[in-house]
Nanobody, 120 residues
Framework: VQLQASGGGLVQAGGSLRLSCAAS????????MGWYRQDPGKQRDLVAS???????NYADSVKGRFTISRDNAKNTMYLQMNGLKPEDTAAYLC???????????????WGQGTLVTVSS
């Protein structure tokens, strides 16, 4: 599985951005996808996740402002970010958990980060 994230950029506080993560898949079935964010020197934190069935989970800090969605047919995940705050500034990384279509073994994959910068 290869993950390609895009959509980051510079935005003023209160603005919006939409991140996308496209997955290319061979011999795997994606079960869940998610967005994490990380500042240099800090741990990687979950922002939001979504299962194939559409079940979502959000960090408390983004509830009500961010919306995660997924197009299973396109193996693409989105993160709509509204009401952005300076503390949302970070590298945002996409993640996927996929199972082998042969053995069912789960694997975790990471894409490269896309940088989100929110100015005050």
């Amino acid at each position: 599985v290869q993950l390609q994230a895009s959509g980051g950029g510079l935005v003023q506080a209160g603005g919006s951005l939409r991140l996308s993560c496209a997955a290319s898949v061979r011999n795997r079935r994606i079960t869940s996808m998610g967005w994490y964010r990380q500042d240099p020197g800090k741990q990687r934190d979950l922002v939001a996740s979504i299962t194939t069935e559409g079940l979502t989970n959000y960090a408390d800090s983004v509830k009500g402002r961010f919306t995660i969605s997924r197009d299973n047919a396109k193996n693409t995940m989105y993160l709509q970010m509204n009401g952005l705050k300076p503390e949302d500034t970070a590298a945002y990384l996409c993640n996927a958990v996929a199972r082998s279509t042969n053995s069912g073994t789960p694997y975790t994959y990471w894409g490269q980060g896309t940088l989100v910068t929110v100015s005050s």
